[in-house]
């Protein structure tokens, strides 16, 4: 028998390759300003002054963060890899990292010719915590790297306080955490360091970009030197990471006007969050609004009441051309690598691994493109036995 | 040589949408490198001193680099690899006797030539004609050349590097190593890094080469 739902199943665009959107919807922020106010900066960044300008942006960022020291440098990886090869302990080969996160991190350690040390996360916030750390800690720990989680922050107090403990040096990977105030504190004065992006998926564009911000004078007096590739100073290691005028000409534009950002960030996450809230088996990660924060990933839990696997949803969802991402998959735990890992227990990492999406958020996304997201979503979820099984019977 | 009065030279990202890294605008850069260089591939690497140092990890046997410039020390220190560093003053360019000696080591070892600077790419290939390293010398020698593109130079993206180079196998695995695909279908790699390159850079690229994007 055909019912409505067979029929709404037959139009999908995983079986008919014809998507519902014809520009994909993504999950990046991508946020771009008009070009007209960008233009008296990129005359700037083009001109003979144009250093000018990468210090105009390392200022306006030391006052946002509430910071001393901001060093910009070419983009985020490269930020971490210094940091990480400045400030690891010396004589010690680990650096403790969690599993569940950027696909790349356990590569920025090994160019560091560190060993990644992989440890658990916290179920709740899916952050690398104080108690995953004092499991996995060992004499040979030279650095704990603790990136925020893409929906709210990691227990900053908490991982300080450990690390201060075992007299470890921690750093902040706050890629996805600029606007967030955390426990109180504005997001970059944390740890011996933070590090961000300025890539153009993330809060603040400025094409591509990232930059160091610490309190602590002896650190901003080592890390200036590491990314300057000047071989006349002191640094042990050293290479030319400046970041491009260019690229800090629209940095400054994308900070000026990260409250509209946010704003728009916020109306999309409280339609989702609306849409989504009578979906069984699917459940919203809620932003700690006791807190500032930008709103700006959309991530969704998928239980087995879904009827329908992350992955398949994902696959579904990418067909229509909603560009939904599994969460952090696989965890570099998983991952072959080139390089010497060590992994310490993971049950609550393995469990959520097959469990989380993102959903497309960000400047080009709208509520009406929502409304169509959680309709097809909703489709998914409720027949989620039947898409399965059409999907086996499509692929033998 | 671009300046102030060409922030127009911008427009186009806001016109085809594209703000990320390697998008139409340096794929439209890598066509004009290649066809200007003669090689057959082309890896747009958004800051010199990365590029450097992806070329030097991923390149096996003795690596002849010259000895004058910081960039490729640095590079040299952070990957703690041995390199040999036998070049001539007047331009930096690896003497040939090097090579050749470098050659007969192994068959796979692989030779990055660094220049410290060129005109133009017709220039720069002038320069090789000339020189005692012949085009087909350095097709036959040499499997990369790395192109800076900073500032100062006739070629300027405030920063980036073109790896030119005519092995498929090894600009694939380049461009996966970058974290950006680019041209090519994805391959394996043992560890990445962020190497990209922005659709800004490229437009001052192609600026200095006096090619409009769109063409």
Redesign the interface.
């Known amino acids: 028998m055909v019912t409505k739902e067979t029929k709404l199943l037959e139009n999908l665009g995983l079986f008919t390759g014809m998507p519902s959107f014809t520009v994909p919807v993504s999950t990046?922020n991508?946020y771009?300003p008009e070009?007209s106010a960008?233009?008296a900066l990129?005359?700037?960044a083009?001109?003979?002054d144009n250093h000018s300008v990468v210090e105009e942006l390392e200022k306006r960022l030391c006052e946002f963060h509430s910071v001393k020291h901001c060093i910009s440098v070419?983009?985020?990886?490269?930020a971490l890899?210094m940091s990480v090869?400045v400030l690891a302990k010396g004589g010690r080969e680990e650096v403790l990292m969690p599993s569940l996160t950027y696909r790349?991190l356990a590569?920025?350690v090994?160019?560091t010719?560190k060993v990644p040390h992989f440890c658990d996360v916290e179920a709740t916030s899916l952050a690398i915590s104080p108690k995953s750390i004092e499991a996995q800690v060992n004499e040979r720990v030279a650095l704990v790297l603790a990136p925020h989680p893409i929906v709210n922050c990691c227990d900053v107090d908490g991982i300080e306080a450990v690390c201060s403990r075992h007299d470890l040096p921690v750093i902040f990977d706050s890629v996805e955490s600029v606007y967030e105030i955390c426990q109180g504190r504005r997001v970059g004065g944390a740890g011996l360091a933070e590090c961000f992006s300025l890539?153009?998926?993330k809060l603040i564009?400025g094409?591509?970009g990232g930059y160091i911000t610490t309190n602590l004078d002896w650190v901003a007096e080592a890390l200036r030197p590491a990314v300057s590739?000047e071989?006349s100073g002191t640094a042990a290691?050293?290479?030319?990471?400046?970041l491009?005028?260019?690229?800090a000409a629209?940095a400054i534009q994308g900070l000026k006007e990260i409250e509209e950002n946010v704003l728009h960030n916020k109306t999309l996450y409280s339609a989702y969050v609306g849409a989504l809230e009578q979906l069984p088996g699917v459940s919203i990660v809620e932003f700690m609004t006791t807190e500032r924060t930008s709103y700006k990933n959309i991530l969704i839990k998928i239980d087995k009441a879904a009827g329908i696997t992350r992955d398949l949803l994902v696959r579904a969802l990418n067909a229509e051309n909603i560009l939904a991402r599994a969460y952090y998959s696989p965890p570099l735990h998983q991952k072959?690598?080139?390089?010497r890992t060590i992994c310490g227990e993971m049950a609550v990492t393995e469990d959520a691994a097959d469990k989380y999406m993102l959903l497309p958020c960000g400047a080009n996304t709208s509520t009406s493109d929502i409304t169509i997201i959680v309709e097809l979503l909703t489709l998914l979820v409720e027949n989620g036995r039947a898409v399965e099984a059409a999907w086996k019977k499509k692929n033998g | 040589m671009v300046n102030g009065d060409h922030a127009d030279i911008f427009k186009p990202i806001w016109t085809s949408g594209w703000f990320t890294n390697h998008g139409p605008i340096a794929r439209r850069l890598e066509k004009e490198l290649t066809a200007r260089s003669g090689f057959r591939e082309c890896v747009l690497v958004g800051v010199e001193a990365i590029g450097v140092v992806m070329a030097l990890d991923c390149l096996i046997g003795k690596i002849c680099v010259p000895n004058h410039c910081s960039m490729t020390i640095n590079a040299q220190s952070f990957l703690n690899k041995t390199l040999c560093s036998d070049a001539r003053g007047a331009d930096w360019l690896v003497i040939r006797s090097s090579l050749e000696v470098t050659n007969k080591a192994t068959e796979r070892q692989k030779i990055a030539l660094y220049l410290s600077d060129a005109a133009s790419i017709q220039t720069y290939t002038a320069l090789l004609l000339k020189d005692e390293l012949s085009a087909k010398i350095l097709a036959q020698t040499a499997n990369l050349i790395l192109f800076p593109m900073r500032s100062g130079f006739t070629i300027d993206s405030q920063g980036g590097v073109a790896i030119l180079l005519s092995d498929a196998g090894l600009a694939a695995h380049l461009r996966n190593v970058r974290s950006s695909y680019g041209a090519g279908a994805p391959v394996s790699v043992g560890k990445t890094a962020n190497g990209r390159i922005s659709e800004a850079q490229c437009l001052l690229a192609l600026s200095g080469l006096n090619v409009s994007p769109g063409n």
Not at chain 1, 74 to 78: A, I, K, R, S
Not at chain 1, 244 to 247: E, S
Not at chain 1, 336 to 339: G, L, S
């Open positions: 990046s991508l771009l070009y960008c233009e990129f005359r700037r083009l001109g003979p070419c983009n985020g990886f490269w890899v090869a790349r590569d920025l090994s160019w010719g890539h153009a998926s564009n094409f591509e590739g071989t290691v050293t290479l030319d990471l400046a491009p005028p260019i690229h629209m072959a690598t080139a390089y």
